[in-house]
Each structure stands twice: as C-alpha cells, then as structure tokens.
C-alpha cells in the first residue's frame, strides 16, 4: 500500500487527482491509500512521517506548499515531494527542499501517470532502505544500516540505532519479519541483530556497537553461519 498525501485546497483539482491515481493504480496493479490536506498549514500540523509521497500545491492559503515542505523536511527528510503548480518556476525553487519534480496545471493524464510513475521509482528504491516501526503515538521512520540491533525487554521492544535507541510497540518477531532478507539474524529469543554491525563474537557474545549480546547455544551455529555469509568469514 502506498501512501499518498495530497495538499491541494481546490477540490476539482483534488478530485481530479484522485480519478487519476485511482486510474493509474488499476493499470499498474497497485494500491493506494489517499489523504487530502486543504493547505499547508493543515498539513504540518497533522504531518507524522508515514507517507511515502507528498503532491503538494504551491498557492494554498495560510501557507504555501514550498513553506510547508521546508517544514515537512525538518520532520521527515526522506518522503517524495512532487510540486503540483501553474508555474514552472517553482520547479527550481523546489531544490531547495530536495522536491523530486513538478507537475503542470491544467493536469493531463498521461504528464501525472509519467510524474508518478517517476516518484514510486524512488518510493520503492526509499522502501528498500528504510522501515517504518511503530511507537507509541504514531510511528517512526529508521535507516535500515542504521539499526544496530533490537531487544526485547518485557512487552516492550527497543530498537537501537545510529540516531539513538526507539521504544516500539511492535513485537520482536514483527520487526523480524519486516526486517527478513535484510541482514539480520537473532543471537538468542530476545535480540535481533545487524550483522553488519557485529564487531566480534568473544566469549560466547555477540559484540555490536560495543555492546554484548549473548549467544544462545540453541542459536549459535545459525547466527554464526549468517554472520559468515554476511561478511565473508570463515564458516564454523
């Protein structure tokens, strides 16, 4: 499911939006989930970082959409932006907060379906790099190579990584399971590890970023292995 946010305060031309993604969505086979901002301001104000790809209108009351997305860069530095104008000059303005493209007003289908098209070449690229975990209140967006490792401490999951450690409401095994065929592997049933980030294995642990993970017997020749795979060792 992508997310789409759409900051547009005409409704014809939201509503027109809105056809076309529902359009391009049945050709392409993908789904999308939508939600319309009437201007900027509502935006940043109800702006948490789990949308994929913003389309944002440049003249809106209260607050314009280049105003707005040097906001929604400050909180989320990774989301697509794609500027929805009449002018074309705009679209050099939009380097200035990393927009991605613009797209023309009047809006024809086939310009919108290419600019789309575009911007979820770079969703799934993003996708591929990062994960959204959910906490308490919302969700939070982290850098894969940036984790370092999970545990479990009581119902409670904590994720540490490069930005500082996150407190998640998911479960260790969901964060696992999002995580499969990324580079983790569990030394024991309380953590998950990035095995790119395993410094040594001493004295029966796991040593990642400076911190000592115990090994379990039960999981020792798995991780191991996985470890080895990872970085190119030597196999026990």
Known sequence: ??????AEDDPQCFAQMEQYIGQYGRESGRAFHITRFENGEDLVEQYRPDFDLILMDVEMPFMD???AAGYVRRMDPEVVIVFVTN?????????SVNALDYILKPISYFSFSQRLGRA???????EA???TVPVKGGVVKLEVDGIYYAERLGRHLMVHTRT??????????QLEEGL???????CNKGYLVNLEHVDA?????????GDRLLISRGRRGAFLEALADCVGGIKP
């Open 129 to 131: 790099d990062y994960i």
């Open 201 to 209: 294995v001493r004295d029966g642990c796991a040593v990642v970023h």
């Open 180 to 186: 499969a065929g990324r580079g983790f592997a569990r």
């Open 164 to 173: 500082g450690a996150h407190s998640s409401t998911a479960t260790l095994q």
């Open 87 to 95: 002018l074309a000059q705009y679209a050099i303005q939009g380097y």
């Open 65 to 67: 959409g280049m105003t």
């Open 1 to 6: 499911m992508i997310r789409i946010a759409v």
């Open 120 to 126: 979820l070449g770079y969703v799934r690229r993003r």
